[in-house]
């Protein structure tokens, strides 16, 4: 790991004696890039955030998902904005979109497995009792015989924990934990991510990945949504299938041979795959639809470094109409909060962009699909960026725009992560205010939004959320508002279009995040990881193409 201190992390130290003392030196570009955003005046309007979210989160758009009339007319109409703003279209030869083709599973039948010993008896596993399986993407029909299966604790590879060492996992099956080891913290972190598990078990040759469900709660979900359709992306780089066990079937299958691996991966890193002596067969049967989806891109191209980029970014769909109207015969899930909001403010950023100082990088409004279905509008474009993600010099990511009176607090998931959050604390002690987590860090936000693919390609990714300090009534007047909301309607019916909105903390917020992006494009300077951030190796390996 490269330890490093730029030009922002010098200057932004700096912050809170400046608001009391006499300027330090700091780095010339730094504190140029600075004093031009601190200096802009971006106009924001309550008004016109309401009448996006009043469209977007219309009956006519049906809960905007993909594929379907929601995502015409929803890309419609952010085209339109932006044409009529004189942005540029930011997609591949002159377009506006970048073609998302994902993929809906639906089981045909339920799956069917079974394993052999070392005695050479068979076993039938049940599913929905023993184990739950699904396909990946490459093909709905799954037929694996006699597949090794492979023990690998918390399938955690970095540098200071190594489940696998030097394993070849090549036409194997790995069984691993859900999670990270409690070394790592008991708050969420890319290592205990679904990605990462992944792409380890894909880089040593596995066809399957199997979480250990040890909890009752955690395999009950997973029985739950194994008989739902889900989406991938089409193509993705997937195992053949991945799946979850419970203990009691584990143990049938590994007996003293997986406690013991268990108890060792539980105190410390496994060093290599441990082979639990036993062979898997699988039969998955699933019918696939193709969604013809798509993001939508577009772009103030820089004045001076028009190859670097900082982006800003939200999703635009969201889930839908539900199978069956409630009693007033609303079906519509129509997402005013979430994400029309999310949206409303990325057209209103590019409007403040377009009417401001023209800025150096490029900057690019990036609005995704499929965020809904589990990050993969995101997805797709980190596996195929328009613009190379080692030349993107940071992600705003706007999902959910906080409805609350002024808070103290400015909420960022995943609060430490990044020098975005020194710059932002800047500018939020001249409204008063100060950078917090989001005061809910078990929930392990961070990965569950759309900057995170940002993150997991190494690109320093920034999320804000609802500040819970009120300035009139504190905490204890916040956190109950907060939550009150969240009840009432986050992935609701209840979801629609309010005359009422307080867009109080939403024009603070976008008015912090205009400066943020403005500083980062204006300077020379690329905004780092913090030293404990897990994402700083894979932003190391492409130094080379940013000098």
């Given at each position: ?241 991945t799946g979850s066990i419970n203990m009691a079937a584990a143990t049938a299958i590994g007996g003293p041979v997986l406690e013991t691996a268990l ?226 309607y986050y992935h609701k019916l209840t979801d629609e279009w309010r005359a009422d909105y307080d867009f109080t903390a939403a024009l603070q917020n ?38």
């Amino acid at each position: 790991m490269i330890l490093r201190r730029s030009p922002f992390v010098a200057f932004a130290a700096l912050a809170l004696a400046a608001c009391a003392t006499a300027p330090v030196p700091a780095p010339r570009q730094a504190a140029d890039a600075f004093a031009a955003a601190s200096a802009a005046t971006p106009q924001f309007s309550a008004q016109r955030l309401s009448d996006h979210i009043k469209y977007l989160a219309s009956d006519e758009l049906e809960g905007r998902f993909p594929g379907l009339v929601g995502e015409r007319l929803t890309l419609a109409y952010l085209q339109a904005q932006y044409e009529a703003m004189g942005l540029e279209p930011g997609g591949r030869d002159g377009s506006w979109l970048q073609p998302v083709d994902l993929l809906r599973f639906t089981p045909e039948r339920a799956p069917t497995a079974a394993w052999t010993g070392a005695d050479g008896a068979r076993h039938v596993l049940t599913s929905g009792a023993d184990i739950t399986l699904r396909a990946g993407a490459a093909d709905p029909a799954v037929r694996i015989a006699g597949a090794p299966l492979v023990f690998a604790g918390y399938g955690v590879s970095g540098p200071i924990w190594d489940d696998y060492g030097a394993a070849d996992l090549t036409g194997k099956i790995v069984v691993v934990l859900r999670g990270q080891p409690a070394s790592m913290g008991a708050d969420p972190n890319f290592y205990g991510s679904t990605t990462h598990k992944m792409q380890e078990a894909l880089k040593r040759g596995a066809v399957g990945v199997i979480t250990l469900q040890e909890q009752d709660g955690r395999w009950r979900r997973a029985v739950a949504g194994a008989t739902r359709p889900q989406m991938t992306i089409k193509g993705a780089q997937d195992a053949r299938f991945t799946g979850s066990i419970n203990m009691a079937a584990a143990t049938a299958i590994g007996g003293p041979v997986l406690e013991t691996a268990l108890a060792r991966a539980k105190t410390g890193a496994l060093g290599g795959a441990v082979d639990l002596g036993a062979r898997l067969d699988v039969d998955i049967a699933e019918t696939t639809e193709v969604i013809y989806s798509n993001n939508l891109l577009a772009k103030i191209s820089g004045t001076e470094r028009p190859g670097e980029y900082v982006f800003y970014s939200a999703h635009w769909d969201h889930v839908g109409k539900a199978k069956t109207p409630n009693a007033e015969g609303d079906d519509i899930f129509n997402g005013a909060w979430d994400n029309a909001s999310g949206t409303a403010g990325l057209i209103e950023m590019a409007r403040a962009f377009k009417a401001g100082p023209a800025p150096k990088r490029t900057v690019v409004f990036l609005h995704v699909t499929a965020e809904e279905q589990g990050l993969l509008g995101s997805e797709a474009y980190a596996a195929d960026p328009v613009y190379p993600l080692a030349r993107t010099a940071a992600d705003i990511n706007i999902d959910m725009l906080p409805f609350t009176p002024a808070t103290r607090d400015v909420a960022v998931f995943g609060v430490g992560k990044s020098e975005l959050e020194d710059i932002l604390g800047r500018f939020a002690a001249v409204q008063g205010r100060v950078v917090t987590g989001d005061g809910y860090p078990e929930e392990g936000f961070y990965y569950r939004s759309d900057h995170f693919n940002f993150a997991a390609g190494g690109v320093p990714a920034l999320m804000p959320w609802t500040g819970r300090d009120f300035i009139e009534g504190g905490i204890e007047a916040g956190k109950p508002y907060y939550e009150g909301q969240m009840e009432r309607y986050y992935h609701k019916l209840t979801d629609e279009w309010r005359a009422d909105y307080d867009f109080t903390a939403a024009l603070q917020n976008l008015d912090l995040l205009y400066r943020l992006g403005l500083t980062v494009a204006d300077s020379e300077s690329w905004p780092a990881w913090k030293p404990t951030a897990e994402f700083n190796a894979i932003r190391d390996r492409t130094a080379d193409q940013r000098r």
